[in-house]
């Protein structure tokens, strides 16, 4: 049964090969991106580059929505689903990640820490909205 947007989690969603993160700007207008996600219990995890805007913008809210996608960010299909995010440590979200997306996941992200430094990037962890 393919879930439907009142029984579709934030870990479904992170089985997808790619996911829509939208954060929220100061006015409240939405930003969406496009990221590799690996789903951990009933949470995801995200891992993207330490100064994007997309953390500056979760920093400040933490509200998020989440949905699958391509990796040019088309959606998909499937429902948004509302989550909280929150600035996990790189490494929790590194492993998550090449776990996932085997070989090609740890050489871009080794790529990333060579190019980079490995202070660069950072994890993000979207949790269910408690209701």
């Given at each position: 049964?393919?879930?439907?947007?009142?029984?579709a989690?934030?870990?479904?969603?992170?089985?997808a090969?790619?996911?829509?993160?939208?954060?929220?700007?100061?006015?409240?207008?939405?930003?969406?991106?496009?990221?590799?996600?690996?789903?951990d219990?009933?949470?995801?995890l995200?891992?993207?580059?330490?100064?994007?805007?997309?953390?500056?913008?979760?920093?400040?809210?933490?509200?998020?929505?989440?949905?699958?996608?391509?990796?040019?960010?088309?959606?998909?299909?499937?429902?948004?689903?509302?989550?909280?995010?929150?600035?996990?440590?790189r490494?929790?979200?590194?492993?998550?990640?090449?776990?996932?997306?085997g070989?090609?996941?740890?050489?871009?992200?080794?790529?990333?820490?060579?190019?980079r430094?490995?202070?660069?990037?950072?994890?993000?962890?979207?949790?269910?909205?408690?209701?």
């Open positions: 049964m393919a879930p439907t947007p009142e029984t989690t934030v870990a479904q969603v992170a089985a090969q790619y996911v829509m993160l939208t954060t929220y700007k100061k006015d409240g207008t939405p930003v969406s991106a496009p990221l590799w996600a690996a789903p219990g009933d949470d995801m995200l891992w993207t580059v330490t100064d994007s805007w997309k953390v500056k913008r979760l920093r400040r809210d933490e509200r998020v929505l989440v949905q699958r996608c391509d990796v040019r960010g088309r959606k998909t299909g499937g429902p948004q689903v509302p989550g909280v995010g929150e600035i996990v440590d490494e929790t979200a590194v492993r998550a990640i090449v776990k996932k997306y070989l090609l996941g740890r050489l871009i992200v080794t790529g990333s820490a060579l190019r430094g490995s202070a660069s990037t950072i994890g993000i962890r979207v949790r269910p909205v408690a209701g």
